[in-house]
């Protein structure tokens, strides 16, 4: 994991992560606590492809095992809050 300070990117801007991202996804500290990571955009897009992919797969293994239910939103809605109610 590559990491560096805040202020390095704030004294020399992206420069200060542009060579370390051809390698891996850049953790930036500030106060000696990890606040960011900067990913390239074509990470990124994989990452959120990956998740897609990933929740449309959960999603289909409900229906294979029948976790689901009918009906609206509003009626889920409407259940939630009868749940909560004592």
Do not use: C, W
């Amino acid at each position: 994991m590559i990491t560096i300070p805040a202020q390095d990117v704030k004294r020399r801007s992206i420069g200060a992560v542009d060579d370390f991202l051809a390698h891996e996804p850049v953790h930036i500290i500030k106060n000696n606590q990890p606040m960011y990571v900067v990913l390239r955009e074509k990470d990124y897009q994989t990452m959120m492809e990956d998740l897609a992919l990933a929740r449309i797969e959960a999603s289909e293994g409900d229906l294979r095992s029948g976790r689901t239910r009918k009906g609206t939103a509003a009626d889920l809605l409407k259940e939630l809050d009868e749940a909560e109610t004592p």
